[in-house]
């Protein structure tokens, strides 16, 4: 049975566990080691047992712990070659035979899982998602997306679960205190995913079969869990799905587990 867990989720710190109990793999790794640590024992796994961390993007969020699990533990870092180079200017020296160069749309294998990288539009050097594949099922995680295209939606399609972004509420964001240049950055094709672009998204994936959907990377100034979750819920609802039982929803926390088995 494999188990897939939103450990943190927020522009403060994100990390994906997905297990089978005997392959574990993180996505992004953007906390401490420490809380990395407590969150994975939470769930009953060990930073030994860790198989690999597959890095979406170079900015700290999702980075901050990825060099210290690795040099700890031995443990591989996957991403493109990019953003490993970006990566290790910022968390310190990585032992080599642990940085894993991959390439969007080039499947790759850690032990049990197939996974299968694709470009997000997102201001990093070389940002990706990934969707990693077992028992013919798709797991996904789509975080920092600044728009959907056709590509983007064609990765994203038929999966079984996904943490997709629901970043911000735009009228929150034009209203709250951010400074002009980064409002603009936000709401920009490389910046982040709003309610609303995400309800639409996650619409279209639940037509294409998707079961579990968990928001996240939720922003703390420019949102609310009620506001994202209303926005999916209604589009949902109005498309003719009804929540919690043609699809699952839920919103991933900063600082708790959310778990989908």
Known sequence: MIKFYTLFSSSSGNSTLISTGETNILVDAGVSMARLNVALKDVGISPNELDGILITHEHRDHIYGAGALSRKYNIPLYASEKTLSETVKIVGDVYEHNLRSVQAKKHFEIREFVICPFSIPHDAVSPMGYSVFYNDKKYTVATDIGHISDSLLKSLCKSDTILLESNHDIKMLNEGSYPYYLKKRILSDVGHLSN?????????????????????????ENNTYEKAYEASYSMLTKNGFEVDKDVNLKIALPNSTVEVI
């Open 196 to 220: 609303d672009k995400a309800s639409w998204l996650v619409t279209q994936l639940a037509k294409w079969g998707t079961k579990n959907i968990i928001l996240g990377h939720l922003s703390k």
